[in-house]
């Protein structure tokens, strides 16, 4: 799945070449919230920690 969707984006990037910028644009503005890479990072932790299942 996470192929299909970085192949669109690539061939929406390539059909439309000034897009680009504004996904650089898009990208650079959120890494700069810390606010929001603390999110993205717990919401990554919390998915993988309950994709293991059950372990007594």
């Known amino acids: 799945m996470k192929l299909l969707i970085l192949g669109a984006l ?3 990037m390539l059909l439309f070449p000034s897009l680009g ?3 650089l ?3 650079v503005a959120v890494v700069s919230e810390p ?3 603390a999110f993205a ?3 990554v932790a919390g998915l993988r920690a309950r ?3 059950w372990s007594r």
């Open 21 to 23: 910028a504004a996904v």
């Open 41 to 43: 990072l717990g919401l």
């Open 35 to 37: 606010l929001a890479v």
């Open 25 to 27: 644009g898009v990208a």
């Open 51 to 53: 994709s293991r299942g």
């Open 10 to 12: 690539l061939a929406l």
